[in-house]
Nanobody, 125 residues
Framework: QVQLVESGGGLVQAGGSLRLSCAAS????????MGWFRQAPGKERDFVAR????????DYAESVKGRFTISRDNAKNTVYLQMNSLKPEDTAVYYC??????????????????WGQGTQVTVSS
């Protein structure tokens, strides 16, 4: 059974930073593209960032470009989301997601087959 476990969320003041981690129980983690999405109350789940299985492509939502950085450590089966210069509008539950092996993922949830339970990020003004 595949498990994705997010951690690192919390409460931070505007302008602060957080680093989210997502540990995956995928035996073939290096073959899976990974993504981060977020969902605020009453809103749809929105794309934040993705990194392909070979790290050959990295994409960000326009709203987080220049502030967030996605990375992966295949030796640790973990993907990270470094979030700097946080804003109140970044408040949401953050989810990590994984594709099937060799797939590239996308900026929509439909491109991913596995999901974590989410971690809450709250940015106060």
């Amino acid at each position: 059974q595949v498990q994705l476990v997010e951690s690192g969320g919390g409460l931070v003041q505007a302008g602060g930073s957080l680093r989210l981690s997502c540990a995956a129980s995928l035996r073939t983690f290096s073959r899976h593209s990974m993504g981060w999405f977020r969902q605020a109350p009453g809103k749809e789940r929105d794309f934040v960032a993705r990194i392909t299985w070979n790290s050959g492509r990295i994409d960000y939502a326009e709203s987080v470009k220049g502030r967030f950085t996605i990375s992966r450590d295949n030796a640790k089966n973990t993907v990270y989301l470094q979030m700097n210069s946080l804003k109140p509008e970044d408040t949401a539950v953050y989810y990590c997601a994984a594709t099937n092996p060799w797939e590239l993922g996308s900026n929509t949830p439909i491109g991913y087959s596995y999901w974590g339970q989410g971690t809450q990020v709250t940015v106060s003004s």
